[in-house]
């Protein structure tokens, strides 16, 4: 043959590049994996959260009838502080 270097040459560019999407091709898949478990991690503790904050608003409901003060102190405590600006 007379470009046998050429040829050489383009099979090992083409092998890299093989190589290459096969390496890609794994990283996308491992990546959707963890997204979608962090997905689901998310939305746990959304939900956590969300009976949470359903549960100090009718704490919060309730207080405003009978009026206990140390119920008052409590639903005080776990107010969310907010930013000094």
């Given amino acids: 043959m007379k470009s046998d270097t050429t040829t050489t040459v383009l099979n090992f ?3 890299v590049l093989v190589i290459l999407g096969v390496v890609f091709a794994l ?3 491992t ?3 963890e997204f ?3 997905s689901t991690n998310a939305t746990l503790a959304n939900n956590a959260l969300m009976r ?3 549960l100090a608003n009718d704490t919060a409901a309730y207080n405003a009838s009978a009026k206990s003060p ?3 102190r409590l639903l005080q405590s776990i107010q969310p502080k907010t930013a000094a600006k």
């Fill in 31 to 33: 990546r959707a994996r």
């Fill in 13 to 15: 560019i083409l092998a």
């Fill in 52 to 54: 949470a904050q359903g």
């Fill in 36 to 38: 979608k478990m962090l």
């Fill in 70 to 72: 140390e119920l008052a």
């Fill in 27 to 29: 990283l996308s898949m």
